[in-house]
């Protein structure tokens, strides 16, 4: 190949150019492609990863509104259940919130029973219905950057498989491509503010090969630290361990890590965990994140690329599908109908609904941990007796638990 061939760049264009093969990503490609709307998706992994890689799993009953709206739900209802119970288990005991029924309650509830259904398989589904439905997509493609967005023709640079360079155009970019993706490091310095907030919590998360412990969502506080159990499969459990920062996940032995689970999970009162082998274990800190504005031009971003949340309640991926929603009916009309009250509402609209479910969030980490650098073995501290107190008042008042159900599922 001659050096001008070599060095020739591949240069391609759609309306709008998707970035990143994720929740985000894969809605609203399917959304733009459903409405005639040329677009193609550049992810920089393989099929096989994308299809395969294990993450959330817990959908909101919004969720599974929208992708019903659509024609992207068979797989949920094929293969999915529904979970609406969470049980909390303290020193006083443990209490069942069926957050279920009790987020069904108003006129226009955004509440109900979440849909359990691993990621992997929901973004399979719509991953499959994209290229059934010839949907336009290059794997193992990682865009480099994301240019002239605040110009007329925006346009992204990436990489080729072979490593050659290629050049995209288009009217619209949706940064797709999560918290460490081309769409945030091309947002120009000064044009967007970056909110940061580091919880002060490490939690190692594992994957069992083990059928679920409880049927219900599991959250244990302990003075030793937290415990999380979250159904995935029949034959699937994931877990979580409030975990020391800076200490890595392969630092406990199998045997150690279930008896810590027995213990904050207070197996001895409340019946043994179902053990089997570990598939995956990871440790990561519960930190947080929010992009404002999401709109930089013609560059939009939705899912982590907009916000990360803490883990604590299972929002990431169900205001990842929201925010694709928003975002593909705001961009169809702008290019179809030449209305751009969408697009120019974008960002607003989805950061209500970022801040709202960052707030609960934050109120929902804070309940289940104790703060950064607390002594317990002194003895309660004052935030000790906060958290035991909200515990209580989760127990007992009913108007609490609807604030909760509300919030927990809502999106
Ligand atoms: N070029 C192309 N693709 C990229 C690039 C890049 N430079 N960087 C990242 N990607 C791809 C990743 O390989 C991944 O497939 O972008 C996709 C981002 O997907 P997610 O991280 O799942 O992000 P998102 O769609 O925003 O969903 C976020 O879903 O995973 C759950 O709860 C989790 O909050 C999270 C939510």
Redesign the pocket.
């Known amino acids: 190949m001659t050096e001008s061939q070599n060095s020739r760049d591949l240069r391609e264009s759609a309306d709008v150019i998707v970035?990143?093969?994720?929740?985000?990503?894969?809605v609203l490609a399917n959304l733009l492609h459903a409405a005639g709307i040329d677009c193609v998706l550049?992810?920089?992994?393989s099929p096989t990863?994308?299809r395969t890689?294990a993450?959330?799993g817990f959908l909101a009953p919004h969720t599974g509104r929208i992708l019903d709206r659509h024609g992207l739900a068979d797989g949920l209802h094929r293969r999915g259940t529904r979970h609406g119970t969470c049980e909390f288990r303290t020193r006083d005991g443990r209490f069942r919130l069926d957050y279920g029924a009790l987020g069904q309650g108003g006129q226009g509830s955004q509440g109900g029973p979440h849909h359990v259904y691993p990621?992997q398989y929901l973004?399979a589904d719509l991953l499959t219905h994209y290229l059934d439905h010839g949907g336009r997509i290059r794997f193992h493609?990682?865009?480099?950057a994301v240019g002239d967005a605040d110009g007329t023709r925006p346009y992204v640079t990436?990489r080729e498989p072979d490593g050659r360079p290629t050049r995209w155009t288009a009217r619209y970019v949706a940064g797709?491509?999560?918290?460490?993706?081309?769409a945030r490091r091309s947002l120009p310095p000064g044009t967007v503010r970056r909110h940061h907030h580091d919880h002060g919590v490490t939690w190692l998360g594992l994957l069992a090969e083990a059928p679920p412990s409880l049927d219900a969502v599991g959250y244990a506080v302990h003075d030793r630290g937290f415990a999380g159990h979250m159904a995935r499969t029949p034959d699937i459990t994931r877990y979580y361990l409030q975990w020391q920062r800076g200490v890595p996940a392969d630092a406990w032995p199998e045997q150690r890590i279930w008896d810590e689970l027995d213990v904050r999970m207070r197996a001895a009162d409340h019946g043994p965990l179902h053990r089997g082998p570990l598939q995956e274990r990871g440790v990561f800190d519960l930190t947080c994140d929010v992009v404002e504005p999401l709109r930089h031009g013609s560059l939009f971003l939705?899912?982590?690329?907009a916000s990360?949340?803490a883990?604590a309640a299972?929002k990431?991926?169900n205001?990842?599908v929201l925010e694709a929603e928003i975002l593909a009916e705001a961009l169809t009309d702008a290019l179809t109908r030449g209305d751009t009250a969408g697009v120019d509402g974008y960002s607003d609209r989805c950061l209500e609904h970022i801040w709202r479910a960052q707030e609960f969030t934050g109120w929902m980490t804070r309940l289940l941990h104790a703060p950064p650098d607390t002594d317990e073995g002194a003895g309660p501290t004052f935030q000790a007796a906060l958290r035991r107190s909200r515990l209580a008042s989760l127990r007992s008042s009913r108007v609490h638990q609807e604030w909760f159900a509300e919030n927990y599922v809502g999106v």
């Open positions: 970035l990143g093969a994720g929740p985000a990503g894969l550049l992810e920089r992994a990863h994308v890689r993450r959330a990621q973004v493609t990682e865009a480099l990436a797709c491509d999560g918290r460490h993706g081309a939705a899912g982590d690329a990360l949340l883990p299972a990431g991926a205001l990842a």
